[in-house]
């Protein structure tokens, strides 16, 4: 929830959230996309500037 949002803003967000991915998800199948069964719950680890090794088409 936002600092500046009611509950019933939050929930209508969410639910419009949530029927964004519904349609994402059938444009996928419609592809011919096999998504997979459960979510994905587990945190995706972002690499920090910093840690990232030099790269040849930065010149780092």
């Known amino acids: 929830m936002?600092?500046?949002e009611t509950p019933e803003e939050?929930?209508?967000r969410a639910i419009r959230a949530a029927?964004?991915?519904d349609m994402?998800?059938?444009l996928i199948r419609a592809f011919g996309i096999d998504?997979?069964?459960e979510p994905i719950t587990r945190p995706i680890p972002v690499i920090r500037i910093d840690?990232?090794?030099g790269s040849?088409?930065?010149a780092g």
């Open 19 to 21: 029927e964004r991915q």
């Open 2 to 4: 936002l600092p500046d």
């Open 51 to 53: 840690d990232e090794p």
């Open 24 to 26: 994402v998800d059938e």
């Open 10 to 12: 939050a929930h209508a």
């Open 35 to 37: 998504l997979p069964d």
């Open 56 to 58: 040849w088409l930065s």
